[in-house]
């Protein structure tokens, strides 16, 4: 166990930096921003005679996160929200293998017959994998020799020098960070980007459409900073967004991606009054604590305003809701989510208002949690 905190911690000391500097997520913003008004189009051209995306629109949102975190990881656009995207060979591949693979570990994780030998799900798993990685690995081989071009165009003097490095030529050129290194980050932002961000668009945008006060008061901070502008949102803008970043954090408080935080204990630890030995694995789960009325007032409401800088409903316990752990472990991605999460928003806000006239929404748990019923939203142009 220690040498695998050592190799980790190797490669998270390396890459914390370019990943978790707000200036460094930020530079992304205009390209972000361009994929959530195409989305918004998208939107437009998917909705019926009353207004309604059809029942598997979460495989758009999909779309949408993978798009998303792809301006990120590769620097460029995949062409995901192309209507003509259907007409490409690995077109849903990529999106259909995570999902299968999220599906299959939650299943393997059960019954672990797989550890004697190959079952059927273990087997599908690993071709899923496969899958994913061959896809994946294409990507990022056309990025590679996209940032050789640059690199050549650089030293012929066709290109400015003092250009900001991409996200993935900061991390090639990272002392002790190997190719391979770099290669695996990179899987791994495009596998957690699709179903986390894509799940929590989704849960937000049920809140708002049970909850219309909410998403009126919503509205009027967007109308407000942004207005009607379809330029690039601006980081300044972005700062000034307390509210819509308020019903993220509060969508998130009622719907955690996952189950909780995991740890292994490194020495005997006393938690409630019980002594945990070392070398155990404790796992605090999300919901026990963010919908108790011990730290949240009315823990059962979707109250946005709970997390503005007044604190209205009183204080909140830094350690209440959690919804991308903490410390030195806390998820590498948080900052392009937050920025990608509070993007889309801000543009369905500005064009739309949604409604929902369906069934009530809970969680299905596949790993990470996913609503239970399709998002049959209703998207109400606004005047």
């Not at 909780?260 to 019980?274: F, H, I, K, N, V």
Request: charged letters at 25%; hydrophobic letters at 40%; glycine letters at 4%.
């Amino acid at each position: 166990m220690l040498r695998n905190n050592e190799e980790w911690w190797r490669v998270r000391s390396r890459v914390q930096t370019p990943m978790m500097r707000p200036k460094n997520i930020s530079y992304y913003l205009p390209a972000m921003d361009h994929v959530a008004l195409d989305f918004m189009d998208r939107i437009s051209t998917l909705r019926n005679s009353k207004n309604e995306v059809p029942e598997n629109f979460q495989n758009e949102l999909y779309k949408w996160a993978l798009e998303s975190v792809g301006v990120v990881a590769l620097n460029r656009r995949l062409g995901y929200l192309s209507p003509h995207v259907v007409d490409k060979p690995d077109s849903l591949a990529l999106i259909e293998a995570v999902n299968e693979i999220f599906e299959l570990v939650n299943w393997l994780e059960g019954v672990q017959l797989w550890r004697i030998f190959e079952t059927p799900a273990f087997k599908r798993l690993k071709k899923c994998h496969q899958i994913f990685v061959e896809i994946a690995d294409a990507n990022i081989l056309q990025t590679e020799a996209e940032l050789l071009k640059h690199l050549e165009a650089q030293k012929e003097g066709n290109q400015d020098e003092d250009e900001k490095l991409t996200l993935m030529e900061e991390l090639l050129n990272t002392p002790g960070l190997s190719r391979k290194d770099v290669v695996t980050i990179i899987l791994d932002m495009l596998f957690a980007g699709i179903d986390t961000t894509s799940h929590t668009i989704g849960f937000t945008l049920y809140r708002l459409a049970r909850n219309p006060e909410v998403q009126k008061r919503a509205q009027e901070e967007v109308d407000r900073v942004v207005g009607k502008q379809e330029e690039p949102l601006t980081v300044r803008q972005m700062g000034q967004l307390s509210f819509v970043k308020a019903v993220i954090k509060e969508t998130l408080r009622m719907n955690p991606l996952t189950l909780g935080t995991a740890r292994y204990l490194e020495q005997d630890t006393e938690l409630g009054g019980y002594l945990i030995p070392k070398g155990w694995n404790v796992l605090g789960f999300n919901l026990v604590a963010s919908m108790s009325e011990k730290y949240f007032l009315h823990a059962d409401k979707f109250l946005p305003e709970r997390w503005l800088r007044h604190q209205p409903l009183g204080p909140i316990h830094p350690f209440a809701s959690l919804p991308f752990s903490h410390g030195t472990r806390m998820c590498i991605g948080r900052r392009i989510a937050e920025q990608e999460l509070y993007t889309i928003l801000t543009r369905i806000l500005q064009r739309y208002t949604v409604k929902y006239y369906h069934k009530d929404i809970g969680v299905v748990t596949r790993l990470v949690f996913v609503p239970s019923e399709p998002l049959k939203f209703t998207f109400v142009d606004r005047p």
